[in-house]
């Protein structure tokens, strides 16, 4: 059983009656290799991350782009990373925004996803950010005008701005290289588990089925990712 927090693409989310997205099939690896289905359920990501889910069995797993932090690790036995991750700024198009200083300066209101490393980073830079429960709503948020830029992932920002909807209105306004990077979270001792996840990972990086993996749900090889 996986515990997830939906949606958040590409990542995961739902399409039809399926919840698929690149986390997904990074922990389909580990499943077929322990010859088990993959089981989701959606959790709020603040009860994932603080390990309560995992404690109280209702999932073997957590996958949920989910950034490795020292305070996670105590609640948590994390994989080795499966995704450098990097943080983004999403604002109106004209709006000036090449950094965190420009928000800052201009007076501009800021939002961001509540319990995330990218409202902790963007706190840790002076700013008082208007918090959402979930990225859609976040993004409603900008799209409505109570936010004039976000903070997300910098995957999820690309994915919105697949859609002429958001690309005709926002523009992807800077990138924040924070250093991080996503693994799978487990319950603290859970070892046994750990080591077939890590093996499955290091195997994908190996034969390039990762690499597969990552060009289905970004459309570049890793390292590519928001480049031209």
């Known amino acids: 059983m996986t515990c997830t927090n939906l949606p958040y693409e590409p990542f995961q989310f739902k399409d039809g009656a ?3 997205g690149f986390d997904v099939d990074i922990v389909d690896l580990a499943a077929k290799k322990l ?3 993959q089981d ?11 390990g309560a889910a995992l404690n ?8 949920a782009g989910m950034t490795i932090t020292d305070e996670r690790k105590k609640n948590m036995l994390f994989s080795e990373p ?4 990097t943080q983004a700024l999403l604002a109106k198009k004209g709006s000036g925004v090449k950094s965190l200083a420009d928000v800052k300066a201009k007076g501009l209101k800021l939002g961001a996803q509540a319990s995330t490393t990218g409202l902790d980073y963007v706190k840790k830079q002076g700013l ?12 409603l948020g900008l799209q409505s005008g109570q936010a004039d830029v976000i903070v997300q992932d910098l995957p999820v920002v690309l994915t919105w701005l697949k859609k002429p ?17 996503y693994g799978i979270g487990m319950k603290l001792g859970n070892d046994a588990l750990a080591k077939v996840i ?20 970004f459309g570049k090889k890793p390292g590519e990712l928001g480049t031209s």
């Open 35 to 37: 010859g088990v289905k």
């Open 56 to 63: 109280a069995g209702k999932c073997d797993v957590a996958a």
């Open 198 to 217: 890590n093996e499955e990972i290091a195997k994908a990086k190996s034969d390039g089925t990762y690499e597969q993996i990552y060009v289905k749900w």
């Open 82 to 85: 499966y995704f450098d991750a």
């Open 128 to 139: 008082n950010p208007t918090e959402y429960a979930d990225s859609p709503k976040e993004l």
């Open 165 to 181: 909807e958001i690309a005709d209105k926002f523009e992807l306004a800077a990138s924040l290289d924070t250093g991080e990077q």
């Open 40 to 50: 989701i359920v959606d959790i709020d990501f603040a009860v994932i991350k603080s």
């Open 18 to 20: 399926d919840v698929v």
